[in-house]
């Protein structure tokens, strides 16, 4: 207690100047002193509690924020700076600092002290704490774009670049820290060139596309330009940097560092929305195309970036947008582009990604641009028209992945005043597509599933479910299951289907049954016994057939997945989950309806500890009485049951013997109250403190975390 003694005698001098100016009354500095006791008091304990730090310091930002409101309110007469002014924000660098010796390794707590420093001015903390981050976190990117940051505000460019190429060194597969190093070089081109049109320095005519002249050493956003860097140029250099040599050579390292698509994905969407001259951007982003097509030939998602490159410029060139032909004009030429990858014959060389790559990528292209809901029916009916015209182009079977996104695009657009096909010839279409899919399986030595043949069917199914007949649907989901016997969303998608009528449940053992007869089958029949587990969710009810609403119902889907079904542990884990879940809102269930959940869970229990899973079974059920039923002796009788069963017993205890103690740390927790934990709570006290009252106690109960 001697610590909590001293702070609180270092307090005396600011409290005493506080109240003398009459920011505080008498029982709100009382309250102030009992408040910081009970954090001081906190922070001393044995074993240290990073949250306890980050209460104090959120009741101390919301002190010093409603310090500030009364002293503009009172409207005191200037004065000299007394201790009161600084010591609060003080404080709460004080009680950081303690906290950082404690958690050295938090790298978010580093985060939120720099923050701090920076919302409160402190310039020359902030980059002493930077650079101890830095320090201390060398493999932590963000730790050096914040204090990169901070250079580049308040110390010039050359610091800045500097410590990301520092930090670029470290962690070159960082592609965080990549797209910050060029967002800096650009930030520091367009700077220069604001500067420069405000010297007079002549620079080509069409670089100045009208922008607004920035203020005389600093570009956009207040970068500070190096007059030293800047004097040294020459007229070649200025034209050069002008021309986006040093971004160029940035992003040269960027792809050597890093040759990934999301590296040149983050760059390109940089480049394109960066605010800078329209010709700079372009020949920025044809640099990154070269150096995308060397760095990723055969990638298809590239093909795709380089083709979709002046869509990616539509939200930064609004003025060339608006008539919309520009639009228009990026659409086609990114559908052409890919659509010459696709047909083009030498797919098989490097160059070219893989044939069911580049399918796969231009299908999600057409579909996430027809999935627009502003964009023009029109430009949908255009690509769709482009996709089934290169389906029926093709020599070769055409892509499943293909003939998929044609049929779900068909079903999506079906709804437009001129839909691309009605819903007649719909059907024609899938089921061409499914039986040519099926021709090319048997008809190979070694049949293989081509890629995006469950799409495919799965696309031929939901046809069949929106314009066809019953029969038709059935007749669709026998032929799926023959074509693709092991794929176990085919075997799902109709025992949904069949869930809404009243012979679901015999439709869905009659699938049970069939998915026993081949050994090939087995994970077709765990996936149906996971979809009858859910099924048995108390409260499940309604228009869905296959729900068993009633503890009866449920006791007979137990006992048929026990005597006539192979269920796996996983399958009884998830049926104990689904039955110990707590009851919904529909009411609470008399005590013999208790008595028979509580046999049948037991029951569930047995099943899952004969599959061999013993020591989570045992946890779960013994977890279920702890909690649900409050029965702690019950469920240590479960755990010794467990230890002397053989192996792994002591593994058990020791598993039990952790989550008692996180109960009982749950429950203290929960005597002391739900204060709010993490970095938001610092956030919240201090916009609680924005709102406080006037005066008395009602603004210091806004204060208290």
């Not at 010459?340 to 098989?348: G, K, P, S």
């Not at 020599?395 to 068909?410: D, F, K």
């Amino acid at each position: 207690m001697e610590r909590v003694q001293f702070q609180q005698e270092q307090m005396l001098a600011e409290l005493k100047d506080l109240g003398e100016k009459g920011l505080f009354s008498a029982s709100e500095i009382k309250h102030i002193i009992k408040k910081r006791t009970a954090f001081e008091t906190a922070l001393v304990r044995r074993i240290p509690n990073k949250n306890d730090y980050l209460r104090y310091a959120a009741y101390e930002m919301g002190l010093e924020a409603l310090r500030r409101k009364r002293v503009a309110r009172l409207k005191l007469p200037k004065s000299a700076p007394s201790i009161s002014d600084h010591a609060l924000t003080r404080r709460q660098f004080h009680i950081f600092e303690r906290a950082l010796q404690k958690f050295k390794s938090d790298v978010p707590l580093w985060l939120q002290y720099l923050r701090v420093a920076q919302r409160a001015g402190a310039r020359a903390l902030a980059g002493r704490i930077a650079a101890r981050a830095v320090q201390l976190h060398p493999r932590t990117p963000a730790l050096y774009v914040l204090a990169a940051a901070h250079e580049l505000a308040h110390s010039g460019m050359g610091a800045a670049r500097v410590l990301l190429q520092r930090g670029l060194r470290l962690n070159a597969g960082a592609a965080e820290m990549w797209r910050e190093y060029v967002r800096l070089e650009l930030g520091f081109v367009e700077a220069v060139r604001r500067r420069w049109d405000v010297l007079g320095i002549a620079v080509d005519e069409d670089e100045k596309d009208g922008s607004v002249v920035g203020g005389e050493g600093r570009g956009k956003g207040g970068e500070r330009v190096d007059r030293a860097e800047e004097e040294a140029m020459g007229d070649a250099a200025r034209r050069a940097v002008m021309d986006g040599a040093i971004v160029r050579h940035a992003i040269d390292a960027a792809a050597k560092a890093l040759p990934t698509i999301e590296l040149f994905r983050g760059l390109q969407t940089l480049i394109a929305g960066y605010p800078a001259p329209g010709s700079l951007r372009r020949s920025l982003l044809d640099h990154l195309d070269v150096r995308l097509a060397e760095s990723l030939p055969g990638d298809a998602a590239g093909v795709v970036l380089r083709a979709t490159r002046g869509l990616a410029l539509a939200p930064a060139e609004e003025e060339e947008f608006a008539g919309g032909s520009t639009l228009v004009d990026a659409l086609r030429r990114a559908n052409e582009e890919m659509l010459a990858a696709l047909r083009a014959d030498t797919m098989t060389e490097r160059r070219w990604p893989p044939r069911d790559a580049m399918a796969g990528a231009y299908a999600q292209f057409v579909e996430e641009w027809c999935g627009k809901e502003d964009l023009d029916a029109h430009l949908k009916l255009y690509l769709v028209g482009s996709l089934h015209a290169l389906i029926k182009r093709q020599t070769e079977t055409p892509s499943a992945i293909l003939l998929a996104a044609h049929v779900r695009l068909l079903l999506a657009l079906a709804h437009l005043p001129a839909p691309p096909a009605p819903p007649s010839r719909i059907l024609r279409i899938a089921r061409r597509y499914t039986s040519t899919t099926t021709i090319t399986i048997t008809t190979t030595i070694t049949p293989t599933t081509p890629p995006g043949a469950k799409d495919l069917w799965l696309a031929r199914l939901h046809a069949e479910s929106a314009h066809g007949t019953a029969d038709s649907v059935a007749e669709a989901c026998t032929r799926a299951r023959r074509a693709l016997p092991t794929c176990a969303e085919i075997w799902l998608w109709g025992a949904d289907h069949s869930s809404s009528s009243s012979s679901s449940w015999e439709e869905f053992e009659r699938l049970l049954a069939e998915s026993m007869r081949d050994a090939a089958l087995r994970d077709v029949h765990q996936s149906l016994l996971l979809r009858v587990a859910e099924s048995m969710c108390r409260g499940a009810g309604g228009s869905d057939g296959l729900a068993a609403g009633t503890t009866v119902e449920r006791r007979a889907r137990v006992e048929h997945m026990a005597r006539r079904c192979l269920p796996s542990a996983r399958v009884w884990a998830r049926t104990f989950a689904v039955l110990a879940s707590p009851k919904t809102e529909a009411g609470t269930a008399a005590e013999a309806e208790e008595e028979e959940e509580e046999a049948l869970l037991r029951e569930v229990y047995e099943y899952w500890r004969g599959t061999g899973d013993v020591e989570e079974a045992t946890l779960a059920w013994a977890q279920w009485l702890l909690h649900a039923r409050k029965r702690g002796e019950e469920a240590m009788r479960v755990i010794s049951r467990a230890r002397h069963h053989g192996a792994g017993g002591a593994a058990v205890a020791q598993r039990w013997a952790e989550i008692v103690r996180q109960q009982e740390e749950a429950e203290r927790q929960e005597d002391k109250g739900n204060d709010d934990t993490g970095s938001a709570e610092s956030a919240a006290a201090a916009a609680a403190v924005e709102e406080a009252g006037d005066s008395g106690s009602k603004e210091m109960s806004h204060v208290a975390p």
